[in-house]
């Protein structure tokens, strides 16, 4: 099957400083990828859709100057956490779109902000 | 897309079949459901999915009603690395966003 990465596997940052999450799909060319969060004992929760060459599309109430996504190749979406504080401390995944149907998930990066 | 509803836990005995349900009462006709599962700490992975028959492949059995308003899946022969929680979403195939939406699913926990 379809394989997506990501990188770091966990990182940790001190309050104030950004941090940058890698995902990337190994075996195939993906033009949209998602990203998603999940705080603990909760579900995956939708931050934003990547489109490659173009601006993300965020759900409602996801700040998009505080989470920046870039999606500059085929292979490759960025998401940034500004100005990282406590509350940002979470579990994020992407996936990505391996032809117009399916997504396949990356293994998460966990994000400790202290 | 349309909601789901799961029970929040199941527990099954190690070799025994798990049937874990889902309602999807509002699910429209062009929308599947799909199931996917996620070990703790990792990405979900994708199980199965159908529009309106039966479907099987290594990992499970996906069977949904004739009314397309619930379904269940089946893990055969449960082992203990299928604890997870097993997550049922309903979307439209090819759809405009192609999102993704994840409600609480059900956390199967499988006893030696």
């Known amino acids: 099957g379809a394989v997506v990465s990501q990188h770091p596997s966990w990182v940790i940052c001190k309050s104030g400083t950004s941090v940058k999450i890698e995902c990337r799909s190994l075996d195939f060319q993906a033009t949209t990828m998602f990203w998603y969060r999940q705080f603990p004992k909760q579900s995956l929760m939708l931050m934003a859709t990547?489109?490659?060459?173009?601006?993300?599309?965020?759900e409602q109430g996801v700040e998009k100057d505080k989470f920046l996504i870039n999606h500059a190749s085929l292979t490759l979406s960025t998401l940034t956490v500004t100005s990282a504080h406590p509350e940002d401390s979470s579990f994020y995944i992407c996936?990505?779109?391996?032809?117009?149907?399916?997504?396949?998930f990356g293994p998460g990066t966990r994000l400790t902000v202290t | 897309d349309a909601k789901t509803t799961q029970p929040p836990s199941m527990d099954c005995a190690e070799g025994r079949a798990a049937n874990l349900p889902c309602n999807h009462s509002t699910i429209s006709g062009n929308e599947y459901v799909y199931w996917y599962r996620q070990i703790h700490s990792q990405g979900p992975q994708y199980i199965i999915h159908?529009?309106?028959n039966n479907e099987t492949n290594e990992m499970a059995s996906l069977i949904i009603t004739e009314d397309r308003k619930s379904s269940t899946l089946i893990l055969p022969h449960a082992t203990l690395r299928d604890t997870a929680v097993y997550y049922c979403?309903?979307?439209?195939?090819?759809?405009?966003?192609?999102?993704?939406?994840f409600g609480t699913g059900t956390l199967l926990a499988v006893q030696p």
């Open positions: 990547s489109n490659e060459g173009s601006k993300a599309t965020y």
């Open positions: 996936s990505a779109l391996a032809d117009y149907y399916e997504q396949y």
């Open positions: 159908g529009l309106k």
């Open positions: 979403i309903v979307r439209a195939y090819g759809g405009a966003t192609n999102k993704l939406i």
